[in-house]
């Protein structure tokens, strides 16, 4: 079974679905980008929510990937519980990802809920009555310390219930904030002492040359605590072909990584042309599912096969 556990998407219609984008977000290359690959008008009165939802779900059912997990995002809270809308760039509501996996059997249901929120709990038992198979983060873009005392009951209903918890670790760019210091995966420590099951995205790699990459401390932590995990989502990118090969000749980092493509981002298979050779190189660029064309670029590489496939031994409800 070939699972991708890192899947994006996003919505504005907050009337119905409880989404919202800024409108200078909107009018970022991020979010152009996002709709032009899909071909759909960025325009609530469109129906921009139902329509690209439509279009990712018709691509993932077209694709050789079996399941794919698509991740909900939160809104900032404050420290004591309220809502931050001033801050707030963007929400992608746990109802309209629950709505999704309801839709297809091929999508499976990632929450996001804040853990500062008065709410919080109430929202994890909602979301995990519903088929949640975990919750993610985004530290710096969602205000969040993994490192506060605020998140310990929520660690410890996490751990309770066996619900993994995937945070962004390294450099954040589609919700850029200036709190990446909250990414550091050794924040994420009070979680692992309180035994939740952590998975740090893109195992705390970076995507520019001229950014920090902690992947030696994702990598050391990742061979101490028995439940820290990464992922190799958005690997098929130049800048992450050397930790590729450093996970992939490590066999102890095997069972420690999940497989993700981190749709939207369009994988860059001339990343693995000299390993690959440029036959497979053009085949793979052909590719126009973008599901596929990032499964069979890490598809061509040394990794394991069972890192496409091993997410399922982690989660509830698949």
Avoid at 5 to 22: D, L, P, R, S, W
Avoid at 156 to 165: C, E, G, P, R, V
Wanted: charged share 25%.
């Amino acid at each position: 079974m070939i699972i991708d556990m890192h899947v994006h998407i996003a919505g504005m219609n907050q009337e119905k679905y409880g989404n919202f984008v800024t409108d200078r977000l909107k009018r970022s290359m991020v979010f152009k980008m996002f709709a032009k690959h899909l071909n759909v008008e960025t325009s609530v009165d469109d129906g921009f929510d139902d329509k690209i939802a439509t279009k990712i779900i018709e691509l993932l059912e077209e694709s050789v990937v079996d399941k794919a997990l698509f991740l909900a995002i939160d809104g900032i809270y404050n420290i004591d519980g309220t809502f931050n809308q001033k801050k707030t760039k963007m929400i992608c509501s746990n109802e309209y990802i629950w709505e999704l996996s309801k839709r297809s059997n091929k999508v499976l249901f990632g929450a996001s809920v804040h853990p500062y929120r008065e709410d919080a709990l109430e929202e994890l038992k909602r979301c995990k009555s519903r088929g949640a198979v975990l919750i993610k983060w985004i530290p710096s873009s969602m205000e969040i310390d993994p490192l506060s005392t605020k998140c310990i009951p929520f660690y410890k209903y996490l751990a309770k219930h066996n619900i993994m918890l995937l945070s962004h670790t390294g450099v954040e760019h589609a919700l850029r904030n200036s709190n990446n210091f909250l990414n550091h995966p050794h924040r994420l420590k009070l979680a692992l002492e309180h035994g939740v099951k952590v998975i740090a995205s893109h195992s705390a790699t970076h995507m520019f040359l001229h950014e920090r990459s902690y992947y030696k401390e994702w990598r050391e932590m990742a061979l101490t605590y028995e439940n820290f995990y990464g992922d190799i989502s958005a690997f098929c990118m130049p800048t992450r072909v050397k930790h590729l090969r450093d996970i992939a000749k490590t066999p102890a980092l095997h069972s420690k990584v999940f497989y993700g493509s981190d749709f939207p981002v369009y994988p860059l298979p001339i990343s693995f042309i000299f390993k690959i050779g440029f036959k497979k190189y053009r085949a793979i660029k052909k590719i126009t599912n973008p599901f596929d064309k990032a499964y069979y670029c890490m598809e061509k590489t040394d990794i394991p096969k069972e890192i496409f496939s091993q997410f399922s031994k982690h989660i509830r409800n698949i």
